[in-house]
């Protein structure tokens, strides 16, 4: 099969020719559609992100959707033409998407929504299980909540949005100037982080009272503000990128709480992997009722310009999710 190979860090991928594996027990082997690009795709390519573990020479991509192609021992949920998708591999020991086909864990997989294709399926695993861990596993979302999402616009960010709203919750959204139509669309009022103060609209939104839930896709500073607009006893802050070091005073003086979210845990672990299908299911009755989309990329990549695709999130030019095309 032709494969795009990480060979250094630090280097760009190169094609390769390997061979297609074999689905062991539990794993079905898939042929690889699309391929979505996240922003840690690049950082592992960079050799900028220990957490994931990879070992060169190793296949990239952690998103994919396709078509069951055989299905290893002990697999009855999928069958020969069944169309998946999933946050499968390019983490730790797991091959990744990067390729025609990839053997992987039943249990990482759910069928694809049959509203979208395969590129906006493509698009969705890892922003989907990081939002749905962070909102529904962690912070419990329910209807009539008040939930700020930090970076509405981006890919977790916009899904974290069309998943709260589709759980009842009232739903604001910070971005740059450029995003807040996007934000708009996607059903969240929008704030525009760089000109209206945390405590601003803390005041106008919440009557000065914080947020129910505050998901930070952000890290940093953004953390840091986080904690000052949640709700005092029961708000709820949880961040996908909270590596630095933070003061939990503000969170604490409001006794108030946080949690975070490490998505490749189980990818890595092999611990929890039937709950990220899980959780694919419901996003796929979620996206089938047209409460899901992704924010995808018009521009058509394919694995011989990976590269460019690469470049093109590292300098964050895109428009939405970028899916490479692998058929």
Do not use: C
């Not at 999402?149 to 009232?170: F, L, Y």
């Not at 009722?289 to 470049?311: C, G, I, Q």
């Amino acid at each position: 099969m032709h494969a795009m190979v990480l060979e250094q860090f630090g280097s760009p991928l190169v094609p390769r020719e390997l061979p297609t594996p074999t689905p062991g027990p539990g794993e079905v082997l898939v042929r690889v559609h699309a391929s979505g690009v996240n922003p840690l795709d690049t950082k592992i390519r960079a050799g900028a992100a220990a957490h994931a573990r990879v070992q060169p020479p190793a296949v990239l991509g952690m998103d994919l959707a396709g078509v069951v192609e055989e299905t290893g021992p002990g697999v009855d949920a999928f069958r020969r033409g069944d169309e998946v998708y999933g946050l499968t591999g390019g983490v730790g020991a797991l091959q990744g998407s990067l390729a025609q086909y990839a053997a992987v864990d039943a249990r990482l997989l759910a069928p694809k929504p049959t509203a979208l294709d395969m590129r906006e399926a493509a698009a969705l695993p890892l922003a989907v299980v990081t939002a749905w861990e962070g909102l529904v596993d962690r912070a419990g979302v329910r209807p009539g909540q008040r939930v700020l999402v930090h970076g509405g616009a981006g890919g977790v960010g916009s899904v974290a949005v069309q998943i709260a709203a589709a759980h009842g919750a009232e739903v604001y959204a910070t971005g740059s100037p450029r995003s807040l139509d996007v934000i708009r669309a996607l059903g969240a009022t929008p704030v525009d982080r760089t000109a209206v103060p945390v405590e601003e609209y803390v005041a106008e939104h919440t009557d000065g009272e914080g947020f129910d839930i505050v998901f930070d896709t952000v890290g940093g500073a953004v953390l840091d503000a986080s904690f000052t607009a949640a709700r005092t006893y029961t708000g709820h802050v949880v961040s996908a990128l909270g590596w630095g070091t933070h003061s939990l005073a503000p969170l604490s003086f409001r006794g108030a709480t946080y949690s975070g979210v490490f998505t490749l845990l189980p990818m890595l672990t092999g611990r929890g992997r039937e709950h990220h299908g899980e959780i694919l299911r419901k996003a796929t009755q979620l996206a089938d009722r047209r409460l899901l989309r992704p924010l995808l990329d018009p521009r058509r990549f394919t694995l011989d310009t990976v590269a460019r695709a690469h470049t093109e999130v590292e300098q964050g030019t895109a428009a939405g999710k970028i899916v490479v095309d692998v058929v």
